[in-house]
């Protein structure tokens, strides 16, 4: 669990808690007994008093959820990425998934270089105007005239392929043994690539 969504978990907590406290008359029974301490001689001391009481119990629920998270993943039940159902076939090789992932992460410029419909010179030369204008590196291409409309167009549809989509441009992979592996996504994957079904 990041610490993005773990934040996002404790202030939900807390938040509902807090809700909860002020406007349900019946709340759970450990808030009614802290509804009657009155441990403070004013009503503001109290109300600081709950607020800190269910602040420190929504993070224990926040660490105990994070806990659960990290000992869910550990013993590895998740549905596992097609990436790690074609290897665990044996339908392609660890270096042929690590080949295919990479070239999922070229960025448009790359793309165009490695399609040679611009040079690297031309692209470097455009990530220079980008970075003084910062606009859109596909808009420079074409405003310099390295790259026209079409260009742009094919480089952005090679750039949001699929995993599968790569694989098979690559030759790696035919339709069949895709949608055999997409069937699989359903199951479950250990540490050790083992594959089962889940009822």
């Not at 806990?67 to 013993?75: F, M, W």
């Not at 790696?172 to 889940?198: F, N």
Request: glycine fraction near 8%; charge should be positive.
């Amino acid at each position: 669990m990041t610490s993005k969504s773990k934040s996002a978990l404790f202030f939900g907590i807390f938040a509902s808690s807090i809700m909860m406290y002020f406007y349900l008359p019946n709340f759970p029974v450990c808030c009614e007994f802290l509804k009657g301490l009155n441990i403070f001689s004013r009503d503001y001391g109290d109300v600081i008093f709950i607020t800190l009481a269910l602040g420190v119990a929504a993070y224990a629920l926040t660490e105990l959820a994070a806990a659960g998270t990290q000992v869910l993943r550990r013993i590895g039940w998740k549905k596992p990425r097609v990436g790690r159902i074609l290897v665990a076939q044996g339908l392609i090789t660890p270096a042929e998934l690590s080949d295919a992932l990479r070239e999922q992460k070229l960025r448009l410029g790359e793309v165009l270089v490695q399609g040679r419909r611009i040079t690297a010179q031309q692209k470097t030369q455009a990530l220079k105007v980008q970075r003084e204008k910062g606009r859109r590196i596909g808009d420079i291409l074409r405003e310099l005239g390295y790259a026209s409309d079409a260009d742009i167009r094919w480089a952005l549809h090679r750039k949001n392929r699929r995993l599968g989509r790569i694989l098979r441009d690559k030759g790696l992979l035919t339709d069949y043994e895709l949608v055999c592996a997409l069937s699989l996504k359903s199951c479950r994957i250990d540490d050790h690539g083992r594959i089962y079904a889940v009822e």
